[in-house]
């Protein structure tokens, strides 16, 4: 246990750009039964934590809540150690290293975190450290699309140096596919470093006219559509992105593809964090998954954080120090 009664944590009362955000002293939480609490020493900034500030999309406002944000600290991704047990937990131990995931409840871009010891963590493999093993987010969504691939499958993954792209590269070189990464000139090496078969530069080459099909191409970063990408797919094959697509087109293709019982276009959602969370944790042991990670800042620079991610040029996963 500490001795401290307070915290450093970032604070949002209200929807709004990063500006809204602010560093306040709050009360230590208190782990409830069944919980742990993690004194946190790495987080992120996401996808995800961007979209819940500005309430985007609209409809999400029911699960963040409606006029304001139920989670008064933001922040999914979080790694450090294990600093108090609630009573009833015999999985974990003081001292322990852990990451993880906190989808529900948020509150990472904080120096504690309490969460059920039965949620989304894992014991950090060997002596990664910290800042290496806040790796969850992008993997978690890239799980939701990957998850669909069966060994000796075909896929396409454009913009595969983001977080969730390079994540779904190596996932699914996890489940035994041929997996072909859209990148630009930048990333050629990354992707090759992170197992892709084939490599195609879209600045010097049109992904849609290579001459194979899939059969499942993702859209991993919202900038191409299931119009350009349906002649990449086989009679069969499935487009899945992780936008909602020009105009929604891609929720309301989904949509239709569900009533008719078709199958080609999905916005595959992530489930089952806890048991994603333990496989991650095992791909990371066998050293079949790493993080691939762009700038990295402190906690009181969380709002040019949220800046740079908004600006959509982020290569793999963009970092928190938290002291």
């Known amino acids: 246990m500490t001795d401290a009664e307070t915290m450093t944590a970032v604070l949002c009362d209200r929807y709004g750009a ?5 560093l306040d002293e709050v009360p230590i939480p208190a782990p409830a039964p069944g919980e742990i609490r993690v004194r946190v020493h790495a987080g992120t900034v996401n996808r ?6 500005r309430g985007h999309p609209f409809f999400a406002r029911a699960m963040t809540g409606l006029l304001r944000p139920k989670m008064p600290t933001l922040g999914m991704d979080f790694a450090g150690v294990v600093e108090a047990l609630g009573d009833g937990v015999s999985a974990f131990r003081p001292g322990e290293r852990v990451f993880g995931l906190s989808p529900e409840r948020f509150g990472a871009h904080a120096q504690y975190l309490c969460l059920p010891a039965d949620g989304p963590l894992a014991r950090i493999p060997g002596d990664l450290a910290f800042d290496e093993a806040v790796v969850g987010e992008g993997a978690w969504y890239a799980d939701a699309t990957t998850s669909l691939l069966s060994e000796g499958a075909r896929c396409l993954i454009y913009g595969a140096s983001g977080a969730i792209g390079s994540a779904a590269v190596q996932l699914a070189k996890a489940r035994g596919a041929h997996v072909t990464a859209v990148v630009g000139t930048r990333h050629l090496e990354l992707a090759q470093s992170l197992g892709a078969d084939r490599v195609v530069n879209y600045e010097t080459e049109d992904f849609t ?6 059969d499942l191409v993702m859209d991993a970063v919202g900038k191409t559509s299931w119009r350009a990408c349906r002649p990449l797919l086989t009679s069969d094959g499935i487009f899945t992105a992780t936008d909602l697509g020009p105009g929604w087109s891609h929720l309301f293709l989904s949509g239709w593809c569900a009533l008719t019982g078709s199958k080609r276009v999905r916005l595959p959602f992530p489930e089952n964090a806890p048991g994603f969370v333990r496989r991650l944790a095992g791909l990371m042991a066998e ?3 790493r993080g ?3 700038r990295r800042y402190r906690l009181d620079e969380i709002v040019e954080a949220f800046r740079y991610v908004e600006a959509g040029q982020k290569t793999g996963i963009v970092r928190i120090d938290i002291p």
């Open 18 to 22: 990063p500006d809204t955000l602010w």
């Open 48 to 53: 995800t934590d961007t979209a819940t500030l």
């Open 209 to 214: 006219a290579i001459g194979e099909r899939f």
């Open 287 to 289: 050293g079949r998954f």
């Open 292 to 294: 691939v990670f762009d």
